[in-house]
């Protein structure tokens, strides 16, 4: 079944009143396009738990710090809507920018703490172009119920953060990482992988995992960073913009898993910046 593709805002609006009238719940699944499984899970997700599910489809300007980054975002609108046809979503949302953000847009949601490290603080007013796209959806959306993936675990607390803060009445569903059989987590930025590129780049989860076992026999971030690092390099990436165990609800670094925690990391391969994190076991 083909969802209908609504653009305006009003469309949009015309179509919840509806189904709060009846009393169904919203799910909604916030996205920029370029579907694959890892996004396919989230909207799986969403079907179990609402009665009716919006997939959002926006690439957002305001979380890109690099304008080339942001034009080479693929845009891939027909396919992600065939893709979405097995799952009967109700509505599929693809504002555009004058539609997100008219003249005169003067509005910054900012969560403070969670956002200056990480990806906070590499990538400039990343997470507050986040929070305030993802503020706006909520609202626009009238959602119950919103679908986030722990691929970008960060996000995921910040969002949890900011729908508590602001009292937006969505609940927060975390959902888990999707992989490709090789370990690499499924990305949008994947399709900017040479095929030689691609397979190197499954190197970066094969690394955190030897290190998440490690740490939960006790070993400390200190004495596995040097083969760590030197391991990504020989597999070709070319720049680390971090590899830190955090803790899961604060973020807060920690050197030895002594509570629980998970591993993250960003790094370069071929030009493209590829973001992983996972869970790391408590040492007894
Ligand atoms: P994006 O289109 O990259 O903004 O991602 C939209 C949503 O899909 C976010 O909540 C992501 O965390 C989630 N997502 C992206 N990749 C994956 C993946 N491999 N597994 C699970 N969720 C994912």
């Not at 709060?20 to 499984?37: C, K, Q, S």
């Not at 847009?105 to 990343?126: D, K, P, W």
């Not at 604060?250 to 994190?277: K, Q």
Request: hydrophobic fraction near 45%.
């Amino acid at each position: 079944m083909t969802a209908p593709i609504l653009r305006t805002l009003a469309e949009l609006r015309e179509m919840t009143r509806g189904w709060h009238r009846a009393g169904e719940t919203i799910g909604v699944v916030p996205t920029m396009g370029a579907l694959h499984d890892g996004h396919l899970s989230l909207v799986a997700r969403a079907k179990e738990l609402s009665d009716r599910v919006i997939v959002t489809i926006f690439v957002n300007p305001k979380q890109f710090n690099n304008a080339q980054d942001l034009e080479n975002y693929p845009r891939t609108e027909h396919e992600d809507a065939r893709k979405l046809e097995r799952f009967a979503v109700d509505a599929i949302y693809v504002p555009d920018g004058a539609q997100m953000y008219p003249d005169g847009f003067a509005t910054n949601i900012s969560v403070a703490g969670l956002t200056n490290v990480l990806c906070g603080a590499h990538r400039a007013g990343h997470f507050d172009g986040v929070a305030t796209v993802v503020t706006k959806l909520f609202t626009q959306t009238s959602a119950d119920l919103a679908f986030f993936g722990e691929k970008d675990f960060q996000q995921l607390q910040v969002v949890r953060r900011l729908a508590r803060d602001l009292d937006l009445g969505v609940e927060v569903v975390g959902c888990p990482t999707i992989r490709e059989m090789d370990g690499l987590a499924m990305s949008s930025r994947n399709l900017l992988l040479s095929d030689q590129a691609r397979s190197r780049a499954s190197a970066l989860n094969d690394v955190m995992e030897d290190m998440a076992e490690a740490l939960g026999q006790g070993a400390s971030m200190g004495d596995l960073l040097p083969d760590a690092t030197a391991r990504l390099a020989t597999a070709g990436f070319s720049d680390i913009d971090y590899l830190e165990m955090r803790t899961n609800d604060t973020l807060r670094l920690i050197e030895t898993a002594s509570e629980p925690a998970r591993l993250f990391a960003a790094a370069y391969m071929a030009g493209v910046r590829l973001i992983d994190n996972i869970d790391v076991p408590v040492v007894r």
